[in-house]
Nanobody, 121 residues
Framework: EVQVVESGGGSVQPGGSLRLSCAAS????????MKWVRQAPGKGLEYISG????????NYADSVKGRFTISRDNAKNTLYLQMNSLKPEDTAMYIC??????????????RGQGTQVTVSS
């Protein structure tokens, strides 16, 4: 059974930081490109970052470049997203996704339920 479970979301003030984690099982994580997408209230899915299967290549949306860092630990089947300098417009449900094109887009093979991030003063 495939499981993708995000954690680490919460409420933070503008300028703050959060680290999201995504624990995956039931598929070949170490050979699967991974990505984070997000969905703000009333909006569609937005690609924010992806990483190749080995972790050697990454990509970021312009909206988060320089503030967010994606990484993975294939020994632990876990994907991470370090988010710094958070802004109110980063408020969204953050979703970990496997498969599809890790480099761009919101298509996926598997996804989690998401973890909520709220940035507000």
């Amino acid at each position: 059974e495939v499981q993708v479970v995000e954690s680490g979301g919460g409420s933070v003030q503008p300028g703050g930081s959060l680290r999201l984690s995504c624990a995956a099982s039931g598929f070949a994580f170490s050979v699967t490109g991974m990505k984070w997408v997000r969905q703000a209230p009333g909006k569609g899915l937005e690609y924010i970052s992806g990483i190749s299967s080995g972790g050697g290549s990454t990509n970021y949306a312009d909206s988060v470049k320089g503030r967010f860092t994606i990484s993975r630990d294939n020994a632990k089947n876990t994907l991470y997203l370090q988010m710094n300098s958070l802004k109110p417009e980063d408020t969204a449900m953050y979703i970990c996704a496997a498969g599809g094109n890790w480099y761009r887009g919101v298509e996926y093979g598997y996804r989690g339920q998401g973890t909520q991030v709220t940035v507000s003063s």
